[in-house]
């Protein structure tokens, strides 16, 4: 994965919790949470380290 493409994972999926809102676009479509059947790794923290 590009350093670029990375960048916008995170923010999209991580810092917008896009996925989880129902807003993140794939391809033309949003992605619907509910209708993702394989394992999908997402992971917690109680804090934000910004550096």
Known sequence: MSAN????????LYQRN?????GFR?????VQ??????PLLMW????STNR
């Open 5 to 12: 493409l990375a960048s916008r994972v995170v923010r999209k």
């Open 18 to 22: 896009q996925l989880v809102k129902g």
């Open 26 to 30: 794939l391809n033309g479509s949003t």
């Open 33 to 38: 949470l509910s209708e993702i059947t394989c």
């Open 44 to 47: 917690i923290a109680d804090r």
